[in-house]
């Protein structure tokens, strides 16, 4: 049998390096585990990129999805925000790179338990973790999306009863010195709003969390400032994006805030 010519090996006249080059879209399964270290399994969608020098022609596309399916083999560890830098170590290793980027995003469920009844449910939360390593220097970046209630403060104080309320989004970036893990994040922004939610209500827990929510008006400038001032007091947080979008139950559009510090 004749050898097969490794093409991407090849040299490239053009002397231009590429930053970036890789797959992006792949849906994969992994097994996610936070701070309790437990794992849970989930379809990650991951883009995987490293940079390429100046003088070979491609990268190697399969060793990219080889690095994930490893991963999931038995008797792996879960991928963590902990471990995430050691994933990208394994990366530029694997592909002989300057440098790599990688970016997974999926649902995250935590298990709840309604505030008087107990009911437990699962309520799942949008994140995101994104890891680049480039020249020896690691930097790290965890999102969560977290849907919570939100009462407005001016509908409170000018109706003689009742006060128009919604479910909102509440969306914070980190870029993180040490880890920060997704439940921290989301705890953050439950705490700040006038009442988290819950996949399973009784009636009494229904009641509990309309004069929770009550009891707690947040307008979307409230929500922004006071996650943020949690996250200004953190020494592990190097930067950070927080968003807050109310989708107002009085009207057919949405009120939305940012606030961003940081490099």
């Given at each position: 049998m004749f050898p097969i010519p490794d093409v991407q090996s090849r040299s490239d006249g053009r002397r231009v390096a590429i930053d970036q080059v890789g797959i992006r879209g792949l849906r994969y399964p992994l097994s996610f585990a936070?701070?309790?270290?437990?794992a849970q399994p989930t379809i990650a969608t991951c883009n995987v990129y490293v940079a390429l020098p100046e003088d070979r022609k491609g990268?190697?596309?399969?060793r990219l999805i080889s690095l994930l399916e490893a991963r999931s083999e038995p008797g792996q560890p879960p991928i963590s925000v902990a471990n995430f830098h050691a994933l990208l170590d394994e990366l530029v290793?694997?592909?002989?790179?300057?440098?790599?980027?990688?970016e997974i995003a999926f649902p995250f469920f935590v298990r709840k338990s309604a505030p008087v009844s107990g009911a437990e449910s699962l309520l799942d939360y949008e994140t995101r973790i994104e890891g680049e390593l480039l020249d020896g220097v690691y930097r790290q970046?965890?999102?969560?999306?977290?849907?919570?209630?939100?009462?407005?403060?001016?509908?409170?104080?000018i109706s003689d009863y009742g006060a128009h309320s919604q479910r909102s989004t509440i969306t914070i970036v980190a870029r993180s010195r040490g880890p920060v893990f997704l439940t921290e994040l989301i705890r953050i922004a439950e705490e700040e709003a006038s009442?988290?939610?819950?996949?399973?209500?009784?009636?009494?827990?229904e009641k509990y969390v309309t004069e929770r929510a009550f009891d707690n008006p947040r307008f979307v400038e409230d929500?922004?400032?006071?996650?943020?001032?949690?996250?200004?007091?953190?020494?592990?947080?190097?930067?950070?994006?927080?968003?807050?979008?109310?989708?107002?139950?009085?009207?057919?559009?949405?009120?939305?805030?940012?606030?961003a510090r940081g490099p």
């Amino acid at each position: 049998m004749f050898p097969i010519p490794d093409v991407q090996s090849r040299s490239d006249g053009r002397r231009v390096a590429i930053d970036q080059v890789g797959i992006r879209g792949l849906r994969y399964p992994l097994s996610f585990a936070d701070r309790d270290g437990v794992a849970q399994p989930t379809i990650a969608t991951c883009n995987v990129y490293v940079a390429l020098p100046e003088d070979r022609k491609g990268t190697h596309m399969s060793r990219l999805i080889s690095l994930l399916e490893a991963r999931s083999e038995p008797g792996q560890p879960p991928i963590s925000v902990a471990n995430f830098h050691a994933l990208l170590d394994e990366l530029v290793v694997l592909l002989e790179a300057p440098g790599g980027r990688i970016e997974i995003a999926f649902p995250f469920f935590v298990r709840k338990s309604a505030p008087v009844s107990g009911a437990e449910s699962l309520l799942d939360y949008e994140t995101r973790i994104e890891g680049e390593l480039l020249d020896g220097v690691y930097r790290q970046t965890v999102s969560v999306a977290a849907p919570v209630t939100s009462l407005c403060p001016c509908s409170k104080e000018i109706s003689d009863y009742g006060a128009h309320s919604q479910r909102s989004t509440i969306t914070i970036v980190a870029r993180s010195r040490g880890p920060v893990f997704l439940t921290e994040l989301i705890r953050i922004a439950e705490e700040e709003a006038s009442c988290e939610l819950y996949g399973v209500l009784k009636r009494a827990d229904e009641k509990y969390v309309t004069e929770r929510a009550f009891d707690n008006p947040r307008f979307v400038e409230d929500l922004v400032r006071a996650v943020a001032t949690r996250l200004m007091a953190d020494a592990r947080v190097d930067g950070f994006v927080v968003e807050a979008e109310n989708f107002e139950s009085i009207h057919n559009h949405s009120a939305y805030a940012r606030i961003a510090r940081g490099p």
